[in-house]
């Protein structure tokens, strides 16, 4: 990238992130562009938020036409789009109702506080699970039970249980008089592409049923379409109290949202909780745009279409290559656990013009998109095989 680039940076920005060398200048499906012209083919498009891949026609319509419509006006007026937005959501979800916000971290938050306010004041704790990841506004950062992410911010809000993920003995033991919720994602994302064991979310289910707690999915990263269902919760039959949505809702224009039933919804009176852009009218337009994609292209049966070829290029690997420890795949959420830091992967596949995601130091994580064709599959695939056959450790 541009070395004036670089030092608007070094100068200019915090520096929280770890960057890599690379300036984006266009996208395009599962292409982006850097200032130097270099193509790349994304398997990681915009960490999960570009399920859609870059820039979806469809998606693009309807956000410039919506610009020059109503950018923004706040929540004290009504907009038939977000209306219309949350009913559509409903009528693929548990039929409940929606509040719009802007990240996944504040649905996160809008769920925390409406299990707090669901249930007696004497009630306040939720249970979540190690390895799990919420966000990192302070209540999702507490929710998320992973000691790196606190050290040195406390105190962390009180009243968080963690137990570790898939065990329901846990999860009896932890539950007390004091207890609100349980919050979960239903495949851990940035915890490594962890899927529980059968039966988990029932077990979930059951327990909080039996001591009336509230349960609340966590599909900011499973959710709209990227495990095949539009809810990964519906590969079970089990059924949330609350959902949080984010990332891929508006095909890559930001938006949040928590979903709950419709007997808890009015537990978040008028005047307790906001978002002042939330279910803007661009987010709107852009989250309509996003259901009505996914159906016209029958694109949660081309998620299943393409886990299945991942499968098939990925899953050998764990016999074939020594330092592929485990494969891990559900829709497009594939992570491959290696044996070794995989921070030099991802930097070599960079190399060779591919983008992928490590996670958890040592799974390497593609969040393809559902427009990704059978060519840039084998593509990707043939890349990411190559440069882990060439591995010296
Ligand atoms: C990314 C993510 C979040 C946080 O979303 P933000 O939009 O970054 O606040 C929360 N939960 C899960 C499961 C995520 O993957």
């Not at 193509?39 to 919506?66: K, M, R, S, T």
Request: proline share 6%.
């Amino acid at each position: 990238m541009s070395p004036a680039t670089a030092e608007l940076f070094d100068q200019s920005v915090v520096p929280n992130y770890g960057r890599y060398p690379v300036c984006l200048v266009r996208g395009e499906g599962s292409r982006v562009w850097d200032d130097q012209g270099r193509q790349y083919l994304d398997l990681f498009p915009g960490w999960g938020c570009n399920l859609l891949g870059h820039c979806p026609p469809p998606i693009v319509q309807a956000v410039q036409e919506q610009v020059a419509e109503l950018i923004h006006v706040p929540n004290t007026w009504h907009i038939e789009s977000q209306g219309r937005w949350a009913k559509l959501l409903s009528d693929r979800s548990f039929g409940g109702k929606a509040f719009f916000c802007n990240s996944g971290a504040e649905a996160n938050e809008a769920a925390i506080k409406l299990a707090r306010l669901h249930t007696p004041e004497d009630r306040f704790k939720i249970i979540t699970f190690q390895g799990g990841f919420h966000g990192r506004t302070y209540g999702a950062t507490t929710a998320t039970a992973q000691p790196k992410y606190h050290e040195g911010i406390g105190p962390l809000m009180a009243g968080f249980v963690y137990v570790p993920f898939g065990d329901l003995a846990a999860v009896r033991d932890a539950v007390d008089e004091e207890t609100a919720a349980i919050m979960v994602e239903p495949i851990q994302g940035e915890g490594g592409i962890r899927i529980p064991p059968d039966g988990f979310l029932a077990g979930l289910r059951e327990i909080a049923d039996a001591h009336d707690l509230v349960l609340i999915f966590d599909e900011v990263q499973t959710g709209c379409g990227r495990t095949g269902h539009w809810f990964a919760y519906q590969d079970s039959d089990v059924t949330p109290d609350i959902m949080t949505l984010a990332k891929s809702l508006c095909g890559g224009i930001a938006g949040g949202a928590m979903l709950t039933t419709a007997s808890i919804a009015p537990s978040l009176r008028p005047g307790m909780h906001a978002a002042t852009f939330g279910g803007n009218p661009i987010a709107a337009r852009a989250g309509i745009a996003t259901i009505e994609m996914i159906e016209e292209g029958n694109l949660l049966d081309r998620v299943r279409e393409l886990e299945q070829g991942f499968r098939t290029w990925l899953e050998p690997l764990i016999e074939t290559i020594a330092i592929v420890k485990e494969v891990r795949i559900c829709g497009l959420m594939v992570g491959i656990e290696l044996q070794v830091d995989g921070t030099p992967i991802v930097a070599e596949c960079m190399k060779r013009g591919l983008l992928i995601n490590c996670t958890q130091q040592t799974v390497l994580r593609l969040l393809p998109a559902m427009i990704l064709s059978d060519a840039e599959l084998q593509e990707g695939c043939e890349i990411l095989i190559d440069v882990l056959q060439n591995h010296i450790t």
